[in-house]
């Protein structure tokens, strides 16, 4: 039998859960200035792009608010504003970036739906290719990714508005 890694695979299974881990990644990963180590993509106003760390997909980013809240109504005019255009360069990074055939993105709101994070709410945005579902994550429990996150990071920034580093 042919073995597959999937080396990121233990580092999600072994990862404690956010209360257990000293708080809210995402509140502690906008705080830090090691946007290359938390693999930050864009900083806006009231809302950012993080990459997941463990992605459904190549180049599956986060967004989320600065301000944690559960509830998209919790937020203020502004800050739906500004998290919906984040959601839109997010998806126009991905585009110019990896040429992706289609996109999902959405929310997990509560636990019951699946938040690995309910206290703070962030959209997920996945692209998506033709022929990129295969039989390994029904069978084999593993999603094969081909680029590293570092290299995917770099690539990913190369087609962030150079406004949005500053």
Known sequence: ?????????????EAPKADREGGNPFTRIPASEDDRGNYMVWRG????????KFPY?????????????????DLSAAE?????????????????????????VGFNFGDAAGAGIPQHLHCHIVPRWNGDTNFMPVL???KVLPESMDAMWERLREFTPAHANS
């Open 1 to 13: 039998m042919d073995s597959l890694h999937a080396y990121w695979r233990m580092a999600y299974i």
């Open 45 to 52: 106003e009231h809302s950012f792009l993080v990459m997941n």
């Open 57 to 73: 997909n190549a180049g599956h980013l986060l967004v989320a608010p600065y301000r944690e809240v559960p509830q998209l109504t």
């Open 80 to 104: 739906r504003a500004d998290l919906m255009e984040t959601i839109v360069l997010g998806q126009q990074i991905l585009t110019d970036a990896l040429h992706p055939d289609g996109f999902n």
């Open 140 to 142: 084999g429990n593993t």
